[in-house]
Every structure is written in C-alpha cells, then in structure tokens.
Antibody, heavy 120, light 107 residues
Framework: QLQLQESGPGLVKPSETLSLTCTVSGGSISSSSYYWGWIRQPPGKGLEWIGSIYYSGSTYYNPSLKSRVTISVDTSKNQFSLKLSSVTAADTAVYYC????????????WGQGTLVTVSS | DIQMTQSPSSLSASVGDRVTITCRASQSISSYLNWYQQKPGKAPKLLIYAASSLQSGVPSRFSGSGSGTDFTLTISSLQPEDFATYYCQQSYSTPPTFGQGTRLEIK
C-alpha cells in the first residue's frame, strides 16, 4: 500500500523559507507516468495546488506561487521536497503531498498533512 | 485559472437521505472533474474521478455525473460516516483548481 508522509518544521518566521519533504513508501517515486505534488489548505479554508514534479525532475507550478516555489526530487531516498520562499502569515496552512498519474488525472494518494505556521 | 463553484456551501441531511451536490466550472472542462471527501483533521480522499468513475474501494452509494461545465455528486442513502466536507476539482488545465467545498452536516 502506497504511503506518503510529510515532514519539516511546524513553525517558520516571516520572510524565511518554508521547507518540507515528502517520503514515499510502499512504491517507487520513479514509477513512470506518476507525478508527485504539493497542495495546501489554510485553516478553515479550501485547497490550493502548489506544484508537481515528475521523477525525472520536470516540474510545473501554480502561476500564483511560481516565483516563490521550488519542488525537487531525490529518487535515491524516494522523497520529494517543497521550498517556499519569503513566507508571510498567508502561507500558514496544512501542507499535503499527493500523487497523481499525469497532469490531467486526480490526486489518488495523499499524505496525512502537516501544519506549518508562519509567525515570529 | 478555471473557477470551480460548488452549491450549496453547506447542507443538513439525515441518515438515509439522498443528497446531491453541484459543481460548476467557469469554462468547459469536458469530463476532467474529480470529487473528494474530507473529514476533520484528515487528508482529502478521492471518491469519483473523470466525472463518473468510482474510485476503488468507494461505496457504490456515491455516484457522479455531468460534463462540460455542470457536474453533480450524489449520495444515494446517507450513512453516518458520510458527514464530511466534499470538494470538486478540475484536472482539465493547469493549475488544477478546487471548489470551495460543501459541508454536509447531520440534521
């Protein structure tokens, strides 16, 4: 059974960089045709896709966040990572990692999510 | 970006009721419409993909329909475990976008 698990600091200061890692178990991140993505949800609000990466390193991002986002993959560790720079309180959210087959497919496996609070 | 609008935003219903939630896209998305269920403190769970295909392991009381801009999620007979928030999501174009959610509460 495929499992995804987010990890990283739960508190980040304003203007700093948020860094999270998603560890994939029960399957290979290098499986062809699968993309690995990040989605966030501010407390009490809806879902926002941040970006996705293919195991080859090919990425695509939400234009609204593109200038601040970097997603990378480490196939040797079966992990992919999110960096979001210059954070503000508006970036406080539960961050989920998820899998989707290709860009036009749904997110079929999700991590449990991790709350990141931006505060001094 | 394609805007997804769900209605209603909240809904009260009883166990055994038939419930329908609507999702409208700001432009045609063919059948690239997915539905998720989210319970408090949990990640969303995929229920329906491609507008009407039931994800493996999801009870058959859940069904989806529609194409183009208008879609529905129907729960044929509400069970206690179905009280949750439901989101639609379009995967037709980048960025994929979600509806604002429909909170289904116990009457």
């Amino acid at each position: 059974q495929l499992q995804l698990q987010e990890s990283g600091p739960g508190l980040v200061k304003p203007s700093e960089t948020l860094s999270l890692t998603c560890t994939v178990s029960g399957g290979s991140i290098s499986s062809s045709s699968y993309y690995w993505g990040w989605i966030r949800q501010p407390p009490g609000k809806g879902l926002e896709w941040i970006g996705s990466i293919y195991y080859s390193g090919s990425t695509y991002y939400n234009p609204s966040l593109k200038s601040r986002v970097t997603i990378s993959v480490d196939t040797s560790k079966n992990q992919f990572s999110l960096k979001l720079s210059s954070v503000t309180a508006a970036d406080t959210a539960v961050y989920y990692c998820a899998r989707h087959r290709e860009p036009q497919f749904p997110f079929d496996y999700w991590g449990q999510g991790t709350l990141v609070t931006v505060s001094s | 970006d394609i805007q997804m609008t769900q209605s209603p935003s909240s809904l009260s219903a009883s166990v055994g009721d038939r419930v329908t939630i609507t999702c409208r896209a700001s432009q045609s998305i063919s059948s690239y419409l997915n539905w998720y269920q989210q319970k408090p403190g949990k990640a969303p769970k995929l229920l329906i993909y491609a507008a009407s295909s039931l994800q493996s392991g999801v009870p058959s009381r859940f069904s989806g329909s529609g194409s183009g801009t208008d879609f529905t999620l129907t729960i044929s007979s509400l069970q206690p475990e179905d009280f949750a928030t439901y989101y639609c999501q379009q995967s037709y174009s980048t960025p994929p976008t979600f509806g604002q959610g429909t909170r289904l509460e116990i009457k």
